[in-house]
């Protein structure tokens, strides 16, 4: 059985993940909305309930990566004085 | 259905009160008259998700604890194949080590991640042995048998190892003695990818392959006093054979995972409480051969083959005592998503401002604890700029673009022009409060220190490292400055040093943060601090206790840029990127408390 589900839902703020949800199943958000949850029982029911839409690994990934490499791009357009001032090209992530 | 005076012997104990509760009632059942409620005391069991390693491999020799381990060669399942690799483990994730003499797998482990002892591989020489320092391994002294895929004592030291059976089928051991090993008394089973635990005098082997070839396993259990080896009643529940060790001690052991008779993986946990093997309640999250070290009650499990050659970690916990883990947990979203922004207060009463959108914004926003609403802008729109005080009394410090110097002051309601910082600068922090503030680090000088009075800025005592944008906790005259961003170059880069402020000078403390980074921060003292988010570990938290910084629950969603205010035990951390409208909650774990269950008939 897979570790994660996959998956992507917008965070509405409070109440969206509970300290009864972050004892009950992995969770973790990535940009794009993404958000990586443990495989079982409450974890799939918490995606549904918040009108979540699941993803294999590898369409999340892609989320992932895409607005990371956005983010590189607009970085690296940044002008040289910009750059100390942002001194961290945001870096890639790979999703467990 | 069986009775309980016929399963345990005696009768269901009637008590006025509930007994003294530790760990010699685990299991017990009694009845409270006071109440009139069955009660009981259960273990809780349960796996985690740690972090990934950096190279997932099987046949990955380990070693240390759950929040110290180490991991050293393996096969990552594709070429080259071998692997020579260490990492080592701090609780929350794994970084580089030094490599080991051999590319190799199956080796085998003991000792702790400072000071480690590998051997037993299955790569020439096969009966190469290595000591590991912290930093470098160094071959030692060899086996005297060879063979790979063996059992080790994983409790051992790195200078009294005990090495025993192994591939071919052996019932060989072997004693190190940090220099030399030496023939100890021979397994009456010989056995293959045979676990094992405990010490060179209090030895534990268990299961593992018992024929030449084929994945027939055993049950049986033997148990090693320094001399010899002595067959004991308690068997596995199921045979298994594992590349690894099994964790803990003689008479506290633990296997986890490995592959049972079928050559299948399974992700059961055994448990062993020195007479009897038992099935843990709890299961790994997958069906896996891994590496396992640790203890029965905090084991650590990585690496090693499911259907694929895995990189995961799972930390496994068994205890009596029932404890509230430290949490965060979704608040309010901001009304306007930020970054390189400042903010002051507390969880739930807490204020934003400026920052980028990724325009610079002069906006503001309180916080009360469930959602934010939107107030009286500053004067000017900033970013980088630092914030200290409460939702009513704010300081608002320096920031870019110009004027760097300004500041200005909330009441509650509306911004203020407050007294000129000395030295116009952004990625500048501040601590303390609206009339006993304290600005430190920046760009453009990064070491300078000025505290403000409620009306004018004197210049402090320069910080022993310039940085831009560290984390801060405490008050004017007891401050703590943390990780950033050092300043200026050559030598520049993210910090994880420390310093404590004193109202006069800054001094290096000698705890150091896990991770290198500029995070978010809260803590009302210089002695109980929080750091969380941050680059290259975007939800890593850490707290400090006056000593040292240790790993805790992670931030739901990573995030750099992040800021951070309230105490260390009760903090909210908001905006940030990529996630610029998010907030979130801490609230720290509880102290562990032994609870008895109280029994129903639903």
Known sequence: MALFIYGTATNTGKGFFTAEDRRAFFLRGYPANVWVVGNNEKGALWLAEKNGVEKTKAEAQALVTAEIEAAQATWDALSEEEKVARPNRPTDITLP | ?602
């Not at chain 2, 099935?279 to 990585?302: C, E, M, V, Y």
């Not at chain 2, 404590?500 to 705890?511: D, I, L, M």
């Open chain 2, 1 to 602: 259905m069986a009775e309980y005076e016929s399963i345990h012997g005696t009768r269901v104990r009637y008590l006025s009160s509930d007994p003294t509760l530790n760990s010699s009632l685990e299991g017990q059942v009694w009845y409270n008259s006071t109440t009139g409620t069955n009660k009981a005391l259960v273990q809780i069991k349960a796996t985690s998700s740690g972090g990934n390693m950096g190279t997932g491999r099987y046949g990955v020799g380990g070693a240390g604890t759950q929040t110290a381990g180490l991991a050293f060669t393996g096969s990552p399942g594709s070429s080259p194949y071998l692997s020579n690799a260490t990492e080592e483990y701090n609780g929350f994730n794994w970084s580089t080590g030094g490599n080991y003499p051999l590319s190799t797998r199956y080796a085998h482990g003991a000792g702790t991640q400072t000071a480690a002892l590998g051997f037993m591989s299955d790569a020439s020489p096969l009966q190469l042995s290595a000591e590991y320092d912290g930093s470098s391994w160094t071959a030692g002294n060899s086996l005297t048998v060879p063979r790979n895929r063996g059992g080790g004592s994983s409790n051992s030291t790195q200078t009294a190892g005990l090495a025993f059976g192994g591939n071919p089928l052996s019932n060989t051991t072997e004693e190190y003695d940090g220099t030399n090993w030496s023939a100890g008394g021979n397994l009456n089973t010989s056995r293959r990818e045979n676990p094992g635990a405990g010490t060179q005098t209090a030895g534990l082997a268990m299961g593992g392959k018992n024929a030449p070839g084929g994945n027939t396993t055993t049950t049986e259990t033997e148990e090693y006093n320094g001399t010899s080896w002595t067959v004991v009643s308690g068997v596995l529940p199921t045979g298994t054979s594992n590349f690894n060790n099994g964790a803990g001690t003689q008479s506290d052991a633990a296997l986890f995972g490995g592959s049972n008779t079928s050559g299948t993986k399974i992700s059961t946990i055994q448990e062993y409480d020195g007479v009897v093997w038992s099935n843990s309640s709890a299961t790994l999250a997958s069906n896996r051969n891994s590496a396992g070290i640790g203890t029965r009650a905090q084991g650590l499990i990585f690496g090693g083959l499911g259907t694929t050659t895995l990189n995961t970690t799972e930390e496994y916990n068994s205890n009596i005592n029932a404890f509230t883990p430290a949490v965060w947990v979704a608040g309010g979203n901001l009304g306007t998503g930020r970054y390189g922004h400042a903010g002051a207060g507390t969880q739930s009463a807490a204020l934003a401002f400026g920052g980028e959108t990724p325009s610079t914004t002069a906006n503001t926003e309180e916080y009360n604890g469930t959602s934010w609403a939107e107030q009286n802008n500053l004067p000017y729109a900033k970013q980088k700029l630092g914030g200290a005080g409460v939702q009513t009394a704010a300081l608002s410090i320096g920031g870019t673009p110009l004027p760097p110097n300004s500041v200005e002051e909330y009441n509650g309601s509306s911004w203020t022009a407050g007294g000129a910082l000395g030295t116009g600068r952004y990625d500048v922090t501040g601590a303390g409060t609206q009339t006993a503030g304290l600005a430190f680090g920046g760009l453009q000088d990064s070491d300078a220190t000025e505290e403000y009075d409620g009306s004018s800025w004197t210049n402090g005592g320069n910080l022993t490292t310039g940085r831009r944008k560290p984390g801060s906790a405490g008050t004017q005259t007891a401050a703590l400055g943390f990780g950033g961003y050092k300043w200026p170059p050559p030598g520049g880069g993210l910090t994880n040093e420390t310093e404590n402020y004193n109202g006069t000078s800054w001094t290096v403390a000698p705890a150091t943060l896990s991770n290198a980074r500029q995070g978010g921060s809260a803590g009302a003292t210089s002695s109980a601090a929080i750091f969380f988010g941050g680059q290259n570990v975007p939800t890593a938290t850490e707290q400090y206790n006056g000593t040292s910084w240790s790993s805790t629950t992670a931030l739901g969603t990573g995030r750099e840029e992040i800021f951070g205010c309230g105490t260390s035990s009760l903090s909210i951390g908001f905006g940030g990127f990529p996630s610029p409208a998010a907030t979130e909650e801490f609230t720290e774990g509880s102290a562990a408390v032994v609870t008895a269950s109280t029994l129903t008939t639903s």
